[in-house]
């Protein structure tokens, strides 16, 4: 994926910028998988967030993170995403969305 830095936040113009809205996006992850709390430089038992990844057609692997854990759709499901957004440094970009749902 070509990168660029566009400011400090997360948007969904960057998410457009790095995915083709054309093609459709495939599950790879069968289960979330939690992203724990660090305190003095250890886990802790408190879960922060859920990942999952995800291709597409042209693009590299991605992960999303999601508040909360989500049900995933089966491996290689065509799915959408609810309220996804994506920060870009200057060589990564970060994906988080509210959910995913499969498409029929």
Not at 44 to 52: H, N, P, Q, V
Not at 63 to 69: A, I, L, R
Not at 77 to 86: Q, R
């Amino acid at each position: 994926m070509r990168r660029k830095n566009n400011g400090s936040s997360y948007s969904v113009e960057a998410v457009w910028e790095n995915l083709d809205k054309s093609k459709p996006i495939y599950s790879l992850s069968t289960e979330p998988v939690a992203q724990y709390v660090w305190e003095d430089g250890k886990p802790t038992d408190k879960i922060a967030s859920y990942k999952a990844g995800f291709t597409q057609d042209g693009a590299e692997y991605f992960q999303v993170k999601f508040p909360k854990k989500v049900t995933l759709p089966k491996y290689m499901s065509v799915v959408t995403f609810d309220n996804i957004t994506a920060f870009q440094t200057r060589y990564d970009v970060y994906f988080k969305a509210d959910d995913v749902k499969e498409v029929k």
